[in-house]
């Protein structure tokens, strides 16, 4: 029982939400990013497979390597207790199969968009060395906003290569199959078209091109039919869109599309106007007449479309002159299969019939690695690739192969091909825990640029510039000794222990001088302003604001408060003008006690021959006071006094 169980004591298995002929998908909890994740689990069947079990590690593993919007992201491969799983992202959605189910009838439009995602993700896939094998609305996921995901390489890439089969997988994969897959020869990424051109089919019409019994009778219908014409089903579908369908299916894999990025250009230019009605698609009769794939008849014969592409009439006289033959054929292998008892056994069968031709193993000496495997399997070999140490080949290029070139090999020979690594590789020390000045007065000794040589600073409680990561090259990573004198070199180092600031809002400037002192830190006064909240001589502000972490030496600024802002008191006297003591002018002399004047000071002075008013200006602190005098010819004439609560 899956449910409630935790693998690697990290994913929590939830719910069993899909399943199939090789593996349970089951919806999951990573308890340590804390997201959920579907978990895939090999059936009991598929971990007793040694052979099966080598393979599928590899290539999950290199499954890993694919980052595509339209793929679905692998996230971990493991075993646990003889339970082999795999970790991938969870799509919030359904299988293309169970949407074209559910949909019935899909517009061309749609159609159009579904498969840009899908051949998108499958030119990367191939861009990447990665054959999918096992393309079909099964292995395609579709999200509640219509964006597609292709899933499952891994393991299709793992069947491939092993003896296990079921029959209940088996059906379900041979009506997408290639013909060169149905008759036992190697898929290749053209074997991944042919896949697509079925899928977009079943898009377009909502049935499959070949239908049967069994898996053996489908897949002679791929060896022998030409693909039926989609508009049979669906007269709408402009002639642009049919001719993807049968191009991608061409018997003869020379014929169809070169790479699958041709076919998603052709998708994107398939509704322009220009295209709608465009001649139909046809195999030309001089490479049918070449490349022709031979076939097997079946008993029964089985009924063509009146839109399927039509062979010459010269080949109709030769496949009726060998009909004889081929149904003796046939009926010896089917009684053969009668007798075993193993009807899926027969896609493994069909081989035997077609003896692989020869191949002469062409020269990929010094090409680089992904230019020498393409090569090889556009002449129908496997490759199984090694890495070798060479003084001379550069890195990445191919330095022999095995059988060496030029040999003559058997169709589906699987080569070795070995890559050089370049120069034998020195280990890079690991400088993890040194002080940073030490590693670079080592670096430079081996003849590294100081320039060369990045701190990245982090906060960490490891002792300032102590070196606590190794980014590039990583620690005892394998590095060219001719590349050393130019080799960058990041570090990430630490800022040393971190220092978290307080909340000192409120302190007085003892307190905050204090922390600052016994912190390594210096203080920063600035002007000091008012405030209604804070009290005068306490800390209204500061920076680093409260809860940062710094570093010792870090500057701490602060703004203490002056309290309250004071209030100013406007207000005029009127001076009377006295005539008849018999002088021209008086002299009037104002004294002021407030924030900004002391009455023992210097006085406002005003002469006048008139009796004038005169203004008086008073700034008074918070809970204080303020008062003046005024004195005319030496005399005083008038006095008051202010206080702070008193201003309304």
């Given at each position: 029982m899956m449910i409630g169980r935790r693998l690697s004591d990290r994913y929590k298995i939830l719910d069993m939400i899909g399943g199939g002929g090789m593996a349970n998908v089951y919806l999951a909890h990573d308890l340590i990013l804390d997201r959920d994740v579907a978990v895939k689990v090999l059936k009991p069947e598929f971990s007793n497979d040694d052979e099966f079990i080598k393979r599928f590690r590899r290539e999950a593993h290199s499954a890993t390597s694919l980052n595509h919007p339209n793929i679905v992201s692998i996230y971990d491969v493991g075993e646990e207790e003889n339970i082999y799983f795999i970790v991938m992202e969870y799509i919030e959605g359904q299988t293309l199969k169970q949407y074209i189910q559910q949909k019935k009838t899909l517009t061309v439009e749609e159609v159009i968009d579904i498969m840009k995602q899908i051949t998108a993700a499958i030119e990367h896939a191939h861009q990447n060395q990665i054959i999918h094998r096992d393309i079909k609305p099964h292995n395609i996921l579709i999200d509640y906003k219509g964006h597609v995901k292709v899933t499952d390489f891994g393991i299709a890439m793992a069947l491939s290569a092993t003896s296990i089969t079921q029959t209940n997988s088996v059906l379900g994969s041979v009506h997408y199959l290639s013909p060169e897959q149905a008759r036992g020869g190697m898929a290749t990424k053209k074997s991944d078209i042919y896949s697509l051109g079925v899928v977009m089919f079943e898009l377009l019409t909502g049935r499959l091109p070949f239908s049967g019994e069994s898996a053996i009778s489908i897949a002679l219908k791929h060896l022998q039919s030409e693909t039926p014409s989609p508009r049979k089903w669906n007269p709408s579908i402009p002639q642009s869109v049919e001719n993807i369908v049968l191009k991608a299916t061409v018997k003869d894999p020379f014929l169809r599309y070169n790479s699958v990025t041709d076919m998603r250009m052709d998708l994107e230019t398939a509704l322009d106007p220009s295209r709608l009605n465009e001649p139909?698609?046809?195999?030309?009769?001089?490479?049918?007449?070449?490349?022709?794939?031979?076939?097997?008849?079946?008993?029964?014969?089985?009924?063509?479309?009146?839109?399927?592409?039509?062979?010459?009439?010269?080949?109709?006289?030769?496949?009726?002159?060998?009909?004889?033959?081929?149904?003796?054929?046939?009926?010896?292998?089917?009684?053969?299969?009668?007798?075993?008892?193993?009807?899926?056994?027969?896609?493994?069968?069909?081989?035997?019939?077609?003896?692989?031709?020869?191949?002469?193993?062409?020269?990929?000496?010094?090409?680089?690695?992904?230019?020498?495997?393409?090569?090889?399997?556009?002449?129908?070999?496997?490759?199984?690739?090694?890495?070798?140490?060479?003084?001379?080949?550069?890195?990445?290029?191919?330095?022999?192969?095995?059988?060496?070139?030029?040999?003559?090999?058997?169709?589906?020979?699987?080569?070795?091909?070995?890559?050089?690594?370049?120069?034998?590789?020195?280990?890079?020390?690991?400088?993890?825990?040194?002080?940073?000045?030490?590693?670079?007065?080592?670096?430079?000794?081996?003849?590294?640029?100081?320039?060369?040589?990045?701190?990245?600073?982090?906060?960490?409680?490891?002792?300032?510039?102590?070196?606590?990561?190794?980014?590039?090259?990583?620690?005892?990573?394998?590095?060219?000794?001719?590349?050393?004198?130019?080799?960058?070199?990041?570090?990430?180092?630490?800022?040393?222990?971190?220092?978290?600031?307080?909340?000192?809002?409120?302190?007085?400037?003892?307190?905050?001088?204090?922390?600052?002192?016994?912190?390594?830190?210096?203080?920063?006064?600035?002007?000091?302003?008012?405030?209604?909240?804070?009290?005068?001589?306490?800390?209204?502000?500061?920076?680093?604001?409260?809860?940062?972490?710094?570093?010792?030496?870090?500057?701490?600024?602060?703004?203490?408060?002056?309290?309250?802002?004071?209030?100013?008191?406007?207000?005029?006297?009127?001076?009377?003008?006295?005539?008849?003591?018999?002088?021209?002018?008086?002299?009037?002399?104002?004294?002021?006690?407030?924030?900004?004047?002391?009455?023992?000071?210097?006085?406002?002075?005003?002469?006048?021959?008139?009796?004038?008013?005169?203004?008086i200006k008073l700034v008074i602190p918070y809970d204080g006071k303020a008062s003046y005098k005024i004195f005319v010819n030496g005399n005083l004439l008038d006095s008051g006094e202010i206080s702070y609560e008193s201003i309304p």
């Amino acid at each position: 029982m899956m449910i409630g169980r935790r693998l690697s004591d990290r994913y929590k298995i939830l719910d069993m939400i899909g399943g199939g002929g090789m593996a349970n998908v089951y919806l999951a909890h990573d308890l340590i990013l804390d997201r959920d994740v579907a978990v895939k689990v090999l059936k009991p069947e598929f971990s007793n497979d040694d052979e099966f079990i080598k393979r599928f590690r590899r290539e999950a593993h290199s499954a890993t390597s694919l980052n595509h919007p339209n793929i679905v992201s692998i996230y971990d491969v493991g075993e646990e207790e003889n339970i082999y799983f795999i970790v991938m992202e969870y799509i919030e959605g359904q299988t293309l199969k169970q949407y074209i189910q559910q949909k019935k009838t899909l517009t061309v439009e749609e159609v159009i968009d579904i498969m840009k995602q899908i051949t998108a993700a499958i030119e990367h896939a191939h861009q990447n060395q990665i054959i999918h094998r096992d393309i079909k609305p099964h292995n395609i996921l579709i999200d509640y906003k219509g964006h597609v995901k292709v899933t499952d390489f891994g393991i299709a890439m793992a069947l491939s290569a092993t003896s296990i089969t079921q029959t209940n997988s088996v059906l379900g994969s041979v009506h997408y199959l290639s013909p060169e897959q149905a008759r036992g020869g190697m898929a290749t990424k053209k074997s991944d078209i042919y896949s697509l051109g079925v899928v977009m089919f079943e898009l377009l019409t909502g049935r499959l091109p070949f239908s049967g019994e069994s898996a053996i009778s489908i897949a002679l219908k791929h060896l022998q039919s030409e693909t039926p014409s989609p508009r049979k089903w669906n007269p709408s579908i402009p002639q642009s869109v049919e001719n993807i369908v049968l191009k991608a299916t061409v018997k003869d894999p020379f014929l169809r599309y070169n790479s699958v990025t041709d076919m998603r250009m052709d998708l994107e230019t398939a509704l322009d106007p220009s295209r709608l009605n465009e001649p139909k698609f046809e195999i030309p009769e001089d490479d049918e007449a070449t490349k022709a794939i031979p076939i097997i008849t079946s008993k029964q014969k089985i009924p063509s479309s009146d839109h399927t592409i039509i062979h010459s009439p010269k080949e109709e006289q030769v496949k009726e002159k060998e009909k004889k033959k081929k149904r003796l054929i046939f009926t010896l292998i089917l009684g053969i299969f009668l007798f075993v008892g193993v009807p899926a056994a027969g896609l493994f069968l069909i081989p035997p019939l077609f003896e692989p031709k020869d191949v002469v193993i062409p020269d990929v000496t010094n090409l680089p690695m992904a230019e020498a495997i393409e090569e090889l399997q556009s002449v129908g070999l496997k490759v199984k690739p090694k890495k070798i140490v060479d003084n001379i080949v550069p890195e990445g290029a191919v330095v022999k192969t095995d059988p060496p070139v030029n040999s003559t090999v058997k169709e589906g020979f699987e080569v070795i091909v070995y890559e050089s690594l370049g120069k034998e590789k020195i280990e890079f020390d690991n400088y993890i825990g040194y002080q940073l000045t030490d590693a670079v007065r080592e670096l430079k000794l081996i003849g590294i640029n100081e320039e060369h040589i990045l701190p990245n600073y982090i906060e960490s409680d490891r002792p300032e510039n102590e070196i606590v990561g190794q980014l590039q090259p990583k620690p005892n990573e394998l590095v060219n000794p001719d590349e050393i004198s130019g080799m960058w070199v990041i570090f990430q180092v630490s800022k040393g222990p971190q220092i978290k600031m307080p909340n000192m809002v409120g302190w007085n400037e003892d307190r905050v001088k204090k922390f600052v002192n016994e912190n390594n830190l210096s203080l920063q006064k600035r002007e000091e302003q008012y405030s209604n909240e804070i009290d005068s001589g306490l800390v209204i502000s500061q920076e680093p604001a409260s809860g940062t972490s710094v570093e010792k030496g870090s500057t701490v600024k602060i703004v203490l408060s002056k309290g309250p802002e004071p209030k100013v008191y406007e207000f005029s006297k009127v001076i009377p003008f006295y005539s008849e003591n018999g002088f021209a002018e008086q002299v009037v002399e104002v004294y002021i006690e407030d924030m900004e004047h002391e009455m023992d000071g210097k006085p406002e002075v005003f002469k006048i021959r008139e009796t004038t008013e005169i203004p008086i200006k008073l700034v008074i602190p918070y809970d204080g006071k303020a008062s003046y005098k005024i004195f005319v010819n030496g005399n005083l004439l008038d006095s008051g006094e202010i206080s702070y609560e008193s201003i309304p």
